[in-house]
């Protein structure tokens, strides 16, 4: 592939800059990577690993001359990054992101673009549970959706490049609006995420079930809540903080639904509870048809020793 | 290994019952296998693959003889079942089963049990989401655990004799209470699947994402809850009308808690989500460290196109 931007900024290299660095350059689409983190040692095994060229201890130093400007660090640090490269920034340039929530960032980074400088937000949906420079690896955004919510204020031009430097790493690209990302998001992986860091946290604490017990018999469905339980809580923190009304509206919806399907239990309406339950498959089975996942018992998931394969049918 | 059951009977032929047979076999632990369902389909597929020796129309002639019972029924139907084989049992023979819940089956089983006859209830924690005669396999319940809940009027030589039958079939086994196993369980399996149950639910009907989307972007936590949701539907009806005290119970703490994160959502209480999710991580950590899962980006999950891996620190 040829070279889409001369040179690319990551301001912030943990787990999806160093990725995106390893897949620019295995797709020969970047001329150049420079990169800033705040921790020395961070910068140090940057160049050890070698997916940067250059390193910079300010971020102001690092956007120099860069054609593109990735802000990959927490949602809540972007305003302060932007208002200290915004005067810094090459015009022509394109400043990107990779945060979690679309709207918030915007608000954030938006007013700190001068003019000539593009700005187009973007969000891989794409990661493991693990972080910092060490974790990156190429195929990270392979076959992964990264969603473009460009702003009024995007030239067509600016969105279209950043698209094909996606696509180049290997990524679905879809464009949508800043506020119906953050409800998607609130749906397919905020509200779930609250939902079992809450179920987790209750069977933490309760006195009557040992951890050892919980931890023993996961596998019968709450393996997979701790999964999604184990994320990052800095990261998770700023998304609930900054896509609080989506979450809010998802959550009361969810509590709602869960307070019908709680009441048919106590009053044993068995009928409601099985025609709930027929429903919900449905989506499962599309899910497996659209390829986004394997239709293979307990998704082909590497067995561990001690039941460690998760329960579909008989719990 | 040598025969632990001359004769084994097998009440309903479905997912557990035949991977009973065919693991049963495998280890050369029973003389001969009978088998009844309702479904002649079902007899007929049990003698074409095998793993039965004779099926019969009815329960009752199916347990004449048998050493050993095994009600693989849903636990709404396991009253009635009881209550026709009772009288054609065996002196001697062993009655066990295979629910989900362990108190409402053994206030269901245990009346219906003659002098002279023992009852070992029994829950293999495992399965798959396919159901029917011809989804059985060996090897379903090797390094899974089953739970045995001994009644005060089951003999140990029974428990002890149903334990080495149930390793024969390669599974780990564990004895607890009944009111226990069923608190366990609610925990770790009846609670979470509900809460994925109205998770699936609300992403269902909510109009302003449309089902295309949620589907698509599934990867982001959305999917590990459409797959627990993809269950049984009578299965569930039956556990959570079966259990329904210590599901509601969790289900009170669960919902306490989720008011008391989403509380500090609306707050903007970051330390206190911070703390929160902090904790919940070490869960994870332990059910690793126990061999429960893998640390395998995904579990090691085989990736399918369009976003299939799913997401632990970035969505």
Redesign the interface.
């Given at each position: 592939m040829s070279v889409i931007y001369q040179r690319v900024a990551l301001i912030g290299l943990g787990?999806?800059a160093s990725s995106m660095a390893h897949a620019m350059r295995e797709a020969g689409i970047a001329g150049s990577v420079a990169g800033h983190a705040k921790s020395e040692a961070t910068r140090k095994a940057a160049l050890e690993i070698g997916f940067c060229d250059e390193v910079f201890a300010t971020a102001t130093d690092a956007v120099k001359d860069a054609d593109l400007v990735v802000l990959a660090v927490p949602v809540g640090a972007m305003a302060a990054i932007a208002a200290e490269i915004g005067p810094h920034l090459k015009p022509g340039a394109c400043v990107s992101d990779?945060g979690?929530v679309k709207q918030a960032v915007i608000e954030a980074v938006a007013p700190h673009i001068p003019e000539g400088v593009d700005f187009v937000p973007a969000h891989?949906?794409?990661?493991?549970?693990?972080?910092g420079p060490h974790s990156g690896f190429a195929s990270l955004f392979r076959?992964?959706?990264c969603?473009l919510t460009p702003t009024p204020q995007s030239r067509p031009e600016a969105v279209a490049q950043l698209r094909a430097f996606w696509e180049g790493m290997g990524a679905?690209v879809?464009e949508m609006d800043a506020p119906?990302h953050d409800?998607?998001?609130a749906?397919?992986?905020?509200?779930?995420?609250?939902?079992?860091?809450?179920?987790?946290?209750?069977?933490?604490h309760?006195r009557?079930?040992s951890?050892s017990?919980?931890?023993?018999?996961?596998?019968?469905?709450?393996?997979?809540?701790?999964?999604?339980?184990?994320?990052?809580?800095?990261?998770?923190?700023?998304?609930?903080?900054t896509n609080?009304e989506a979450?809010?509206d998802?959550?009361g919806?969810?509590?709602e639904?869960?307070?019908m399907?709680?009441r048919a239990?106590?009053m044993?309406d068995?009928e409601q509870?099985?025609a709930?339950?027929?429903?919900?498959?449905?989506?499962?089975?599309?899910?497996i048809d659209?390829?986004?996942?394997?239709a293979?018992?307990?998704?082909?998931?590497?067995?561990?020793?001690?039941?460690?394969?998760?329960?579909?049918?008989?719990?």
């Open positions: 787990l999806i990779v979690s891989p949906l794409a990661g493991t549970e693990h972080s076959n992964r959706w969603l679905n879809d119906h409800l998607v998001l749906v397919v992986s905020h509200t779930p995420h609250l939902i079992a860091f809450t179920m987790v946290g209750v069977a933490d309760l009557r079930v951890n017990e919980v931890i023993k018999y996961s596998a019968s469905g709450f393996r997979d809540f701790t999964r999604i339980a184990a994320s990052d809580p800095t990261m998770w923190r700023d998304v609930f903080l609080k979450t809010l998802i959550l919806r969810f509590t639904e869960l307070f399907l709680q239990i106590r044993e068995g509870l099985h709930y339950f027929t429903r919900t498959r449905a989506i499962r089975r599309g899910i659209a390829g986004q996942d394997t293979a018992p307990d998704f082909g998931r590497v067995a561990a020793a001690g039941g460690a394969t998760a329960l579909k049918g008989k719990e």
